[in-house]
């Protein structure tokens, strides 16, 4: 516990008093504090990200209710710095391990790792070639699917589309770009003018935008961008060259901002990812492969579109 004093002009006694009843109450706390439930290190892809900070808070509230401390670090989008996050659990001797995986490849060495430390790890949000203990997170092709779908019914089945991926190589990236082309391929009407990597990114999107406006102009019927940081960065590149009214945009996660563009009537769709659900569910796999306990081996939360007429069941 920590203690914030503020010392004016006192007797010597009154000082001498205080000193005595905060001693007595460390003593106090420290007998009542209770070790923690499991020690779980949780390596993030980047917290930068608004999605996978939300993803962090929903962790941290849950470990809070468990009793679990957790220690929690930020890979920066970097699979190597990740597997070496991951190793300095191992060496502190954690009870378990969640990764919210960079890299597909990249960041599979970690699961390696653990498992051969004979420590659970969950993997949240994202996948891994390596199977972890246990995964917690979301279908991405489902994402994808009613993102375009949205799409190609707004355009009557015919029209342009450009595509922003996310960081490639990531699941996610692998998966929604897997999903959109399922839904492209279903409906030849729909052509895929351009595809291109903004990186999860806004400022990256925005720039990205300004080139495909520049290069095909009004060819382009929509953009489908693999996540919402992206979608903003699209629309504001397409608010600012006066072209949103005629181009439709959808996107992935379910942000704050992106909820708030949907109920204004700026973005067309974003599909809510629940965050909640998956950080909470990481933490309780987690906590209960450390106790040597059964769990799902794999716990699908279902993606939902939101557009206009639903956006008051998710605000």
């Known amino acids: 516990m920590s203690i914030r004093f503020q ?3 006192k007797s010597v006694a009154a000082v001498g008093l205080s000193l005595l009843l905060l001693t007595g109450l460390a003593c106090s706390s420290k007998e009542e504090a209770k070790p923690a439930e ?10 930068s990200s608004e999605f996978i900070v939300m993803i962090s808070e929903s962790m941290e509230q849950r470990a809070g209710e468990l009793g679990v401390e957790l ?3 930020d890979a920066q989008r970097n699979a190597e710095k990740q597997v070496q996050q991951v190793e300095s659990f191992i060496a502190q001797g ?8 960079c890299e597909v490849e990249g960041s599979s060495p970690a699961v390696a790792r653990a498992h051969e430390a004979g420590i659970p790890i969950v993997n949240v949000n994202s996948e891994t070639r390596i199977e972890p203990s246990a995964f917690v997170g979301s279908h991405d092709e489902e994402s994808a699917r009613l993102a375009m779908e949205f799409i190609v019914q707004r355009l009557g089945g015919n029209g342009n589309v450009v595509m922003m991926h996310g960081y490639m190589g990531q699941a996610a990236q692998i998966k929604r770009a897997q999903g959109a082309r399922e839904v492209l391929e279903a409906n030849p009407g729909i052509r895929l003018l351009s595809e291109q990597t903004a990186e999860w990114d806004r400022a990256k999107a925005m720039a990205l935008m300004e080139n495909w406006i520049q290069s095909y102009g009004d060819q382009i019927n929509a953009v489908f961008a693999h996540n919402d940081e992206m979608g903003m960065g699209a629309l504001i590149a397409l608010e600012q060259a006066g072209l949103k009214d005629r181009i439709i945009v959808a996107s992935v ?4 901002d992106a909820l708030g563009a949907v109920s204004e009537g700026r973005l067309d769709a974003t599909v809510f990812q629940d965050s909640v659900g998956q950080g909470r569910t990481a933490v309780e796999t987690a906590l209960k492969l450390s106790r040597g306990e059964g769990c799902e081996p794999e716990v699908y939360i279902p993606f939902q579109l939101v557009t206009l007429e639903n956006i008051d069941q998710f605000r």
């Open 7 to 9: 010392v004016g002009v």
């Open 38 to 47: 499991a020690v779980i290190g949780v390596s993030l892809l980047n917290l």
């Open 71 to 73: 220690i929690i670090t």
């Open 94 to 101: 954690v009870d378990a391990i969640i990764l919210n995986p």
């Open 253 to 256: 996660d379910a942000i704050a």
